[in-house]
């Protein structure tokens, strides 16, 4: 199973990014993906799933900016996010696994595979 982020940047704060993460090896159909971030000095946060192709889930700290989308004939989860802040700035991984369940969606640990990661900085 490989994952591949990709869209990163540098952004203006109020500006937009797509993150596109592309799988392959694995029924991708099935899995949930999921998106997190990392900022210097910071743990890694989560920032929204999709979970098992059947619905997407965000978190309050992003909700309203960041969506996710999939288009499962491209194996592609994109992350989009609107009205970007300095806060942003991060590096976003993509993550995925065929265990993820609702109540632990948003945990690190759930998540077998992971992408290397796209760096996203919003300048003020």
């Known amino acids: 199973v490989q994952l591949q982020a990709s869209g990163g940047g540098l952004v203006q704060a109020g500006g937009s990014l797509r993150l596109s993460c592309v799988a392959s090896?694995?029924?991708?159909?099935?899995?949930?993906v999921g998106w997190f971030r990392q900022s210097p000095g910071k743990e890694r946060e989560f920032v929204g799933a999709?979970?098992?192709?059947?619905?997407?889930t965000i978190p309050e700290s992003v909700k309203g900016r960041f969506t996710i989308s999939r288009v499962n004939a491209e194996n592609t989860v994109y992350l989009q996010m609107n009205s970007l802040r300095p806060e942003d700035t991060a590096v976003y991984y993509c993550?995925?696994?065929?265990?993820?369940?609702?109540?632990?969606?948003?945990?690190?640990?759930?998540?077998?595979?992971w992408g290397q990661g796209t760096q996203v900085t919003v300048s003020s």
């Open positions: 999709n979970f098992r192709g059947q619905y997407a």
């Open positions: 993550a995925a696994s065929s265990s993820v369940i609702r109540s632990n969606v948003a945990s690190q640990s759930a998540y077998t595979y």
């Open positions: 090896g694995y029924n991708f159909r099935t899995y949930t």
